[in-house]
């Protein structure tokens, strides 16, 4: 009884070493993350030169100039924090805000990166996929860092970074230099860069 208790106190503030392994089911009534979205991506989405829809502000001066058509937000690294204090609710709602961003922004691909102390592992999730599970390794401790670390050295070229965390963490990441989203569910705390989109998971 006291080692499930310790082990339950433990994971509750993210200090439970071992690495384990649980199945978390994607909701399907998702939260709407089409508002949150859209205005934390306002500026990171790409666009296209096009002279089909020509730039309604000059055509009254009889300039028709190509107009800008949107297309997808590029490369999105998205950390999913799995580490003990995350509850397998809070995981279900993180995960499904993966697939509100392959909806909404259309992103070239997605890294689904799963991070607790350390990065655990690594997913690429193309435009147009879909899932309804997802396979959460971790349940560890947790570090914001090594997923910034691994986004950085590995190439991938992130063009923003959501991180989608309850904000609870043993070090200070270092601003990676591109945009970031933390997705939480955290009231009242401030992150040293990047934007606070709260979620109700």
Same mark, same amino acid.
């Given at each position: ?7 339950? !106190? ?29 205005? !934390? ?75 607790? !102390? ?39 070229? !992130? ?43």
């Amino acid at each position: 009884v006291r080692v499930r208790q310790a082990t339950a !106190a433990a994971k509750r503030v993210g200090k439970f070493g071992t690495a384990l392994r649980e199945m978390v089911e994607i909701p399907t009534d998702r939260v709407d993350w089409r508002d949150k979205f859209r205005m !934390a991506f306002d500026g990171l989405l790409r666009g296209e030169v096009s002279w089909a829809r020509p730039n309604r502000r000059f055509i009254q001066q009889g300039l028709y100039l190509p107009g800008l058509r949107r297309t997808g937000a590029g490369r999105i690294g998205f950390v999913l924090d799995t580490s003990g204090s995350i509850s397998a609710n809070e995981l279900s709602g993180y995960t499904a805000a993966v697939l509100g961003i392959l909806e909404e922004t259309g992103p070239e691909v997605v890294a689904l990166i799963q991070c607790d !102390a350390q990065v655990q592992r690594i997913e690429y999730i193309q435009a147009g996929e879909r899932f309804d599970r997802i396979e959460v390794h971790g349940r560890g401790g947790t570090r914001f860092q090594p997923a910034f670390d691994w986004i950085a050295e590995s190439g991938f070229g !992130a063009d923003a970074i959501v991180y989608a965390t309850d904000l609870n963490c043993s070090d200070k990441p270092q601003d990676p230099g591109v945009p970031v989203i933390w997705l939480t569910p955290a009231h009242n705390r401030t992150m040293p860069f990047g934007e606070i989109v709260p979620v109700s998971v």
